[in-house]
C-alpha cells in the first residue's frame, strides 16, 4: 500500500541564482529566506523558525512569488 508522503517544495533546496534570473547568489533558497525573516524580526531564532513552518508547506509558486516580492533587489 503506497502511502501519500508530502514534501517540501524543492526550490527551497536550490541555490537563488538556479532559481531566479535575477540572482547571482549561491545562497539556497531556504538559507535566504532564513535570513531575510531573521534581519526582519531582530535576529529571533524562535520567530524565525515560526515564520519558516508554512513554507514546508506552499507549492513551488508560493515559494517564488514570496522570494519576488520580499528578496528581490
Known sequence: MAENIET???VL?????DVF???D???VV???IWDFIMESNGRDT???EETMKPFL???EAQVKDYVEKNLKK
Open 8 to 10: 517540501e517544495p524543492e
Open 13 to 17: 533546496n536550490l541555490p537563488m541564482a
Open 21 to 23: 534570473e535575477w540572482s
Open 25 to 27: 547568489d549561491k545562497t
Open 30 to 32: 531556504r538559507d535566504a
Open 46 to 48: 524562535i520567530k524565525t
Open 57 to 59: 508547506d506552499m507549492t
